[in-house]
């Protein structure tokens, strides 16, 4: 099974912030990489799929990057709607896999 | 609008059977692999599932092969998960979720969830 790793698990951040949340493969598993959002009591929201494809409606602050292990998913400027937790998930290959979650905080 | 809509959910014994239905609408769900996905309370994400737009292609995890069952029903726009002998840690709560044509295994469009206790 591949395992997927996000860094950090938890970050405070304010309105207004650059931030980037990491997430890292086990093994090599080209671009087939999404990260999705998902708010308390609610179902999960897809964000970016193939490491650095925008889902349509979301904003254009949202963008990914990486191939092979290592991706970023990167929030340009930090709306208040934006605090959440965050998941990657790969696509490669069965059993599919999340990282353990990124919860973005307000500081 | 894309709209999937989980039930079925509720309190179950351990060692209990439960089948969860999700309603499809809005799409040509024939058409669209499909999948379902748990969560433990506070706790990430777990993919449990897949089923092929044909039935043809199914997979499970781990973790519930042999005690969980995926199948659809493509006249009723339905998909369905069949749980037998439920363990204390099949608490969660399930969703199903599409598959994006021509990209088997990005999760497209979410329902709202399905709350699965299981407790004596």
């Known amino acids: 099974d591949i395992q997927m790793t996000q860094s950090p698990s938890s970050l405070s951040a304010s309105v207004g912030d650059r931030v980037t949340i990491t997430c890292r493969a086990s093994?090599?598993?080209?671009?087939?990489l999404a990260w999705y959002q998902q708010k308390p009591e609610k179902a999960p929201k897809s964000l970016i799929y193939d490491a650095s494809s925008l889902q349509s409606g979301v904003p254009s602050r949202f963008s990914g990057s990486g191939s092979g292990t290592d991706f970023t998913l990167t929030i340009s400027s930090l709306q208040p709607e934006d605090f959440a937790t965050y998941y990657c998930q790969q696509y490669k290959s069965y059993p599919l896999t999340f990282g353990q979650g990124t919860r973005l905080e307000i500081k | 609008e894309v709209q999937l809509v989980e039930s079925g959910g509720g309190l179950v014994q351990p060692g209990g059977s439960l089948r969860l239905s999700c309603a499809a609408s809005g799409f040509t769900f024939s058409s669209y692999s499909m999948n379902w996905v748990r969560q433990a309370p506070g706790k990430g994400l777990e993919w449990v599932s897949h089923?092929?737009?044909?039935?043809?292609?199914?997979y499970y995890a781990d973790s519930v092969k042999g005690r969980f069952t995926i199948s659809r029903d493509n006249a009723k726009n339905s998909l369905y998960l069949q749980i037998n002998n439920l363990k204390d840690e099949d608490t969660a709560v399930y969703y199903c979720a599409t598959d994006r044509p021509a990209l088997r295994g990005y999760f497209d469009y979410w329902g709202q969830g399905a709350l699965v206790t299981v407790s004596s």
């Open positions: 089923i092929s737009s044909s039935s043809s292609t199914i």
């Open positions: 093994q090599g598993i080209s671009s087939w």
